[in-house]
C-alpha cells in the first residue's frame, strides 16, 4: 500500500552538509543544514532508499527572506536525474510535489537551496520523504534498472521466435533458475527461469524474460513464456505484456544474447539466431488505391497494391500477417517531397483480386485498438477492495501494458489519478471493454497512435490548434446541431460511514428549457462522496455535449491533424465564423490514377 516513506541513508557529494541524518529522523524539531552561498545555489545532499515506486515526494524546510527563498528538488530514476521542482516554498510547513510522469522506480532524491544576498542564516531541511511503496526485487542481477535498451521481435530459424536489440554487440545476459515463483492446487506451477538483457546504449529501456509453465496434471507439459516490459519503464512499476507461449517443450528457461549481426536464443536442446538489422519493404510507389481511416475506438489501412504482371504472386519479405505498416503522408513543397510521421498499422489479413486483364493485392492493416479488442485476461485482478492501491490511470497503463502499450498524457483530469474505484478484471473480458469501463468513471479520452496510448481531458475552453475555410480550403462542408442525448444526470452513490446513499443531479438548464429532462442514472458504490458524485455527472454531461453536435468537412489533406485536436472553421454560407470544433474522426483517401488526394474530419463540439 502506498504511504509516506523515509529515505534510508544520504550522499554528501561536496561534503558541505552536516546531520544529513536529521532529514529523515521522523522529528520536524531536529534538522540538516548547509552553508548559505550568497546568491548562488548551496551544495547537494542525495536522500536515498533501496527502491520504490513512488508518485510524489514532500518536505518541511526553513525558509527566510535573506537566506533560503527557493529549494531544488529532483529525484533519480530511469538513469538519470529529474527535475520536481525548482522554486519558492512555504517555511515550515509540509509541501507535496507531484513526479513527473507518474510512478516511478526511485532510488533517491537530491535538494539544494538559493541564497539571495548575502544572508545571516544557514539552509535547513528538517524533514523529507518518499510517497509510494517500497519494492525490493526478490533476486537482482547487474543488469539494473537504470540502462537502457531497444528491442524488436523478430522470426527466427525453424519458425521459432528470438529477440534481437538495436544496441550493438556487449550485452550481458543474466539467468535465475529453478525457483518456484506461483503454484496452485490443480498442479500448475511457474518456474522463473528468467533472462534479463541489459544492453548499455541509449535511447531505450526494456527488459526482456523467459519462463517456464509447469503442470503436473492430466497431460503434463513444462511450457516456456517470453514477455517484456514497456518501453522507458521502471523495472519495478511491474509493467509486462502478456505472456507469450514459445514453441517448445522444455524444463528450463532460455537464455538471451547477441554479439556481432545476430542475436541468439538457446537453451539445453536448441539454439536460435535472427539478424540485428530491421528488414523493411517500400511500396509506395505499387499503390492504386489507399485509405486510412481514424476513428475513437478504431483505426484501419486499406492498401491496395498492382499485380498486374504478378509481383506480388508471393508476399517480397518481411511481408507477411502480423508485420507493421507505416503510412507517412506528406506534400511536394519548393523543398521537395516532405512527409509527416505517420500512423503505424499491423497487417490482419490481404486478398488477391483478378478480374481479366486486372489483378491487384489488397492489405488490410489494423491499429492497436484490435490488440486491446483482441486481448482476453488470463486471470482475474482486482485493487482497492480494502485500501487505495492503483487509481484510474494506473489500472489503465496496466491493462495497456498487457498488449504492449505504453501510456503517455497530453492532458489529464485531476479525477483519473484521484479516483481509487473497487475494480475488478474477470477472466476472458476483453480489453476494450475493460478500457471502456475505466474511461466511463473519468472525462478522459484515450488516443492511440502506434504502441502507444495517450491520455487527453478534453476542455470546452481549448484553443483552436488550425483553421479551415480561409487559407486552408474546404471542399465540402456538413455541419449538424442536434438536442443533448442527456441533459440531466442523476448519480447514486454510498456513503460508508453512515450506510446511507448519496445522491446528486447534474443538469444542463439551457438543455432542459428546450427539449424537456432526458434523465440519466447512474449508480456506482465507489463513489461515496457528493464531490465525486458531482465530477462523474458533469463527466456524462460533459460527453452529451460533444455528442450533440456533428458534421464533417472534406479538405485537402492536412497531415498533422490529430484526433482530439479542436480546430476552427470559417463558412460564410453556413453562418461560421472562426467556430471551434473538435475533430472526433478522419479519413485520407489517395488514388494517384485520378489525382485523388483528400482528407474528411469528422467533428464534435469543442
Known amino acids: ?123 535547513f531541511l528538517y524533514e523529507f520523504d518518499f510517497y509510494g511503496e517500497a519494492i525490493i526485487p526478490k533476486s537482482s542481477s547487474d543488469a539494473g534498472q537504470g540502462q537502457d535498451s531497444a528491442v524488436t521481435l523478430w522470426k527466427g530459424t525453424e519458425d521459432k521466435d528470438a529477440f534481437a536489440t538495436d544496441a550493438g554487440s556487449g550485452v550481458d545476459a543474466v539467468a535465475v533458475v529453478d525457483k518456484e515463483v506461483l503454484a496452485s492446487d490443480s498442479g500448475t506451477a511457474i518456474d522463473s527461469m528468467a533472462t534479463l538483457i541489459k544492453p548499455p546504449l541509449p535511447p531505450y529501456l526494456v527488459y526482456l524474460t523467459f519462463f517456464v509453465e509447469k503442470f503436473t496434471d492430466t497431460k503434463a507439459y513444462n511450457r516456456p513464456f517470453w514477455s517484456h516490459s514497456i518501453e522507458n519503464s521502471a523495472f519495478l512499476s511491474n509493467l509486462w505484456r502478456e505472456p507469450v507461449p514459445f514453441n517448445l517443450e522444455s524444463q528450463y528457461g532460455l537464455a538471451i544474447s547477441h554479439h556481432g549481426e545476430y542475436c541468439w536464443l538457446s537453451s539445453p536442446s536448441g539454439v536460435w539466431r535472427a539478424p540485428l538489422t530491421v528488414e523493411t519493404v517500400n511500396i509506395s510507389g505499387d499503390i492504386l488505391t489507399l485509405r486510412q481511416k481514424t476513428g475513437e475506438e478504431s483505426g484501419k489501412l486499406t492498401v491496395e497494391l498492382r499485380n498486374d504482371d504478378g509481383r506480388y504472386a508471393s508476399l517480397p519479405s518481411p511481408l507477411e500477417l502480423g508485420c507493421q505498416l507505416e503510412f507517412s503522408p506528406g506534400y511536394v513543397t519548393s523543398q521537395g517531397n516532405e512527409v509527416s510521421s505517420g500512423q503505424a498499422f499491423w497487417l490482419e489479413s490481404y486478398e488477391y483480386i483478378t478480374a481479366g486483364g486486372k489483378a491487384s493485392l489488397i492489405l488490410y492493416g489494423w491499429d492497436a485498438w484490435t490488440w486491446l479488442s483482441e486481448w482476453r485476461a488470463r486471470h482475474q485482478f482486482r485493487w482497492n477492495k480494502a485500501s487505495q492501491e492503483m487509481n484510474v490511470k494506473q489500472i489503465l497503463e496496466f491493462v495497456l501494458a498487457r498488449v504492449g502499450l505504453k501510456l503517455e498524457v497530453k492532458s489529464q483530469s485531476s479525477v483519473i489519478t484521484s479516483y481509487y474505484p473497487d475494480f475488478a478484471i474477470h477472466p476472458n473480458t476483453s480489453g476494450e471493454m475493460i478500457i471502456r469501463r475505466l474511461l466511463s468513471f473519468v472525462p478522459d479520452v484515450l488516443l492511440i497512435e502506434g504502441n502507444k496510448a495517450y ?152
Not at 522529528?27 to 533501496?50: C, G, I, K, M, N
Not at 527563498?69 to 529532483?74: A, M, Y
Not at 427539449?515 to 460527453?543: C, F, M, P
Open 1 to 123: 500500500m502506498a504511504d509516506w516513506i523515509s529515505p534510508t541513508g544520504f550522499n554528501d557529494p561536496d561534503n558541505k552538509w552536516t546531520d544529513e541524518e536529521k532529514a529523515y529522523d521522523e522529528d520536524t524539531a531536529t534538522f540538516a543544514q548547509v552553508d548559505r552561498v550568497s546568491d548562488a545555489w548551496s551544495a547537494f545532499v542525495e536522500l536515498t532508499h533501496p527502491g520504490i515506486i513512488g508518485t510524489k515526494l514532500r518536505f518541511f524546510a526553513y525558509h527566510h527572506a535573506t537566506a533560503s527563498s527557493e529549494i531544488d528538488v529532483d529525484v533519480y530514476y530511469d538513469g538519470g536525474w529529474h527535475d520536481v521542482y525548482s522554486g519558492s516554498f512555504t517555511s515550515e510547513v509540509w509541501v507535496e510535489k507531484d513526479i513527473p510522469g507518474g510512478a516511478q522506480a526511485v532510488t533517491k532524491a537530491r535538494v539544494r537551496f538559493y541564497c539571495v544576498g548575502a544572508g545571516t542564516a544557514n539552509h
Open 455 to 606: 491520455l487527453v481531458n478534453p476542455q470546452s475552453g481549448n484553443s483552436s490548434v488550425y483553421s479551415y475555410g480561409s487559407a486552408h480550403p474546404i471542399f465540402e462542408g456538413e455541419y449538424r446541431e442536434g438536442a443533448q442525448e442527456l441533459n440531466r444526470i442523476q448519480v447514486e452513490g454510498y456513503n460508508p460511514a453512515n450506510g446511507k446513499p448519496i445522491i446528486v443531479d447534474s443538469f444542463d438548464w439551457d438543455e432542459i428549457g428546450r427539449v424537456y429532462d432526458r434523465l440519466s442514472q447512474v449508480e456506482d458504490r465507489n463513489i461515496d462522496t457528493v464531490a465525486k458524485a458531482e465530477q462523474r455527472g458533469e463527466a456524462h454531461l460533459r460527453q452529451a455535449e460533444i455528442d450533440s453536435v456533428s458534421g464533417a468537412i472534406r479538405i485537402p489533406p492536412n497531415c498533422g491533424q490529430q484526433l482530439y485536436d479542436v480546430i476552427d472553421i470559417t463558412d460564410s454560407r453556413a453562418g461560421l465564423s472562426a467556430q471551434k470544433k473538435r475533430v472526433l474522426g478522419l479519413s485520407l483517401v489517395y488514388e494517384p490514377r485520378r489525382g485523388k488526394y483528400e482528407q474528411r474530419l469528422l467533428l464534435g463540439a469543442v
